[in-house]
């Protein structure tokens, strides 16, 4: 499976960004999808994931209410709408596959495939 993560790029606090990670490859509509950062310096964070049905979401807090992430299985794509961005959210974002249907979400050891990132840089 392979992974193209795109959208990033360069927006001001309080805009708006929609990230893109198409799969291609032995795709599968039941693998669960996840959407980590890692700013400068800092370890790689959970930010968004979503089931591979796409009933159920998960979000880290800092992110809740300002995120959303979808997925179009017809498209072996999946989507993380960010707004009212903040210079925090700042970082490259990488999306990942699991074929694991149970595993925790919210740790990257649970994916199995990772794109190579697209990076979002949010000014004040």
């Known amino acids: 499976v392979q992974l193209q993560a795109s959208g990033g790029g360069l927006v001001q606090a309080g805009g708006s960004l929609r990230l893109s990670c198409a799969a291609s490859g032995r795709t599968s509509s039941s693998y669960n999808m996840g959407w980590f950062r890692q700013a400068p310096g800092k370890e790689r964070e959970f930010v968004a994931s979503?089931?591979?049905?796409?009933?159920?979401?998960y979000y880290r807090d800092s992110v809740k209410g300002r995120s959303t992430i979808s997925r179009d299985n017809a498209r072996n794509t999946v989507y993380l709408q960010m707004n009212s961005l903040k210079p925090e959210d700042t970082a490259t974002y990488y999306c990942?596959?699991?074929?694991?249907?149970?595993?925790?979400?919210?740790?990257?050891?649970?994916?199995?495939?990772w794109g190579q990132g697209t990076l979002v840089t949010v000014s004040s």
């Open positions: 990942a596959a699991s074929s694991r249907t149970y595993a925790n979400s919210r740790f990257s050891n649970s994916y199995d495939y």
């Open positions: 979503i089931r591979w049905s796409g009933g159920s979401t």
